[in-house]
């Protein structure tokens, strides 16, 4: 399978000749090889993006919505096919593939519905002869940043509003999983697309990513990446004073209070904990449980963990698959030997993964650690991977401290029948999203984004359809005096 790059309407190969192998993580096989974009391509999409833009940006919203909605439904009817590549390139099992994709479609309806509410106000004057009007125009050409651990899910949060919005839009998306997301491009190009409205061009961070940033022409920037990317793309763009939009890492913490139902919490953490194998910028990284049900937690989520059944993603019943490469493994190894090292206790994870899929396959048992010191690396850096630490606190106050006390805040979730106790608890906690006995805080119809340095700016909601919109104000005389 050979993946080309796609813009003004037809897919082409990299001019550089620069290319990426794909490998399908659970049997180390290659799947195919995607060609990665270098300047030259660059400067091609950006010129048909600035054509289209013309076009879009003054397209009837009526027809905006057509399409997206068509390009939604395209992709529902495609679910099958663009699940299973998605499950051969990412390694997640068919369920998680599926309703990733089915999620991305709503996203796109959503938006859809929402380029019809772009409102503009009238605002008042001191003078009675003067009117003011604001109104929302397209900011301009977007570029997008997607990572490979949810490719479909996140190109369409970024593609939905941007499109519905009226901005053309250049998408790098993930060069280790750009597969399924070439799928999702033929839906748009099947459902009327103009060319160079969508310009999908794979390509790595240091080289692609850099050039979108630092780029005049691209007046807008969406990346859900890492701290240190983020970092990067902050720097590239300043020097023209891009918009950005920043989804970066997280460090979630999980608090269980001593009200709640040990097995049903139990079940909820691990699951946030090691879905998709804890490769999710919201998965949870630290369990901080009250001390006087801390025994009886640990006991309880570590069994659940050690029955979990890992295998391919694509065998019926496997919930669980393996992560995306060696790199993933060996920041987890690292993280599990260094809490192990400052006194943690193992409690899951320490039976050896089954030998014919670690020969196979980059797949490792999700482990716990209970009493883990809160200087260990799992406590205060992103695994992302399938480990978590566990730690105890003695009340509301001292685990407030403890889930504030790191520079991230993109989400946190907490467990809690007394909940006017736990909103309280929200209220003081230093993050984007809060789970009151949810173990997602992603919703369709409202922001998604963090605090500190998990990031700026928001996806989804009506948040998300105005990162791509611009205020204008008119002031108006009713009448001229004439002398």
Not at 111 to 138: D, F, T
Not at 363 to 376: E, G, H, K, N, Y
Request: charge should be negative; proline fraction near 5%; charged fraction near 20%.
């Amino acid at each position: 399978m050979e993946r080309l790059l796609w813009y003004g309407g037809n897919w082409h190969p990299s001019i550089e000749g620069e290319t990426h192998t794909i490998i399908n993580p659970a049997n180390k096989e290659i799947l195919g090889k995607t060609h990665l974009a270098g300047p030259k391509d660059i400067e091609k999409a950006i010129d048909a993006a600035s054509e289209a833009f013309e076009l879009w940006s003054r397209t009837n919203v009526k027809i905006r919505e057509k399409i997206l909605n068509t390009a939604s439904l395209l992709i529902e009817n495609r679910l099958d096919e663009i699940a299973q590549i998605l499950t051969e390139e990412q390694g997640k099992p068919i369920p998680d593939s599926k309703k990733e994709i089915l999620f991305g479609a709503e996203v796109i309806r959503y938006y859809a519905e929402e380029a019809k509410r772009i409102q503009g106000s009238l605002r008042s004057s001191a003078n009675q002869e003067i009117r003011n009007i604001v109104q929302y125009q397209p900011y301009g050409i977007a570029a997008a940043i997607v990572p490979w651990n949810y490719p479909v899910d996140l190109y369409c949060w970024k593609v939905g509003p941007a499109l519905a919005a009226g901005c053309p839009m250049i998408i790098k998306p993930p060069h280790e999983t750009p597969l399924a997301i070439a799928k999702v491009v033929e839906c748009f190009h099947e459902a009327g697309l103009p060319p160079g409205v969508i310009n999908d061009l794979p390509g790595t961070g240091q080289v692609a990513g850099d050039y979108l940033a630092r780029h005049p022409e691209i007046k807008i920037i969406s990346a859900t990446a890492s701290v240190s990317a983020g970092q990067s793309i902050m720097v590239a763009a300043s020097s023209n004073l891009k918009r950005m939009a920043l989804e970066l890492g997280g460090h979630s913490p999980f608090i269980v209070m001593p009200d709640v139902d040990i097995e049903k919490t139990a079940k909820a953490a691990l699951r946030r904990s090691f879905s998709n194998m804890g490769q999710i910028c919201i998965a949870v990284n630290r369990i901080l449980i009250h001390q006087n049900i801390y025994k009886d937690f640990v006991e309880c989520i570590s069994t659940l963990t050690d029955e979990m059944i890992l295998g391919p993603g694509n065998q019926e019943g496997i919930l669980y698959g393996p992560v995306l490469n060696n790199n993933i493994l060996d920041r987890t190894e690292i993280h599990l030997k260094d809490a192990l090292q400052k006194g943690a206790i193992q409690v899951a994870g320490a039976k050896n993964i089954d030998n014919e899929l670690a020969d196979v396959g980059f797949f490792i048992r999700p482990s716990l650690v209970a009493d883990t010191s809160l200087d260990a690396l799992v406590m205060n850096e992103e695994t992302y991977g399938p480990l978590s630490g566990m730690s105890s606190f003695e009340n509301t106050e001292e685990v407030i401290k403890m889930a504030n006390s790191l520079p991230f805040g993109l989400a946190a979730y907490l467990y809690s029948d007394d909940l006017e106790s736990a909103w309280r608890i929200a209220d003081q906690l230093e993050f984007g999203a809060v789970g009151i006995n949810v173990n997602d805080t992603s919703e369709l119809q409202a922001p998604f984004g963090g605090w500190k340095m998990s990031g700026f700016g928001r996806e989804l909601g009506v948040e998300g359809i105005h990162t791509y919109l611009e205020p204008k104000h008119l002031k108006i005389r009713l009448k001229m005096k004439h002398k």
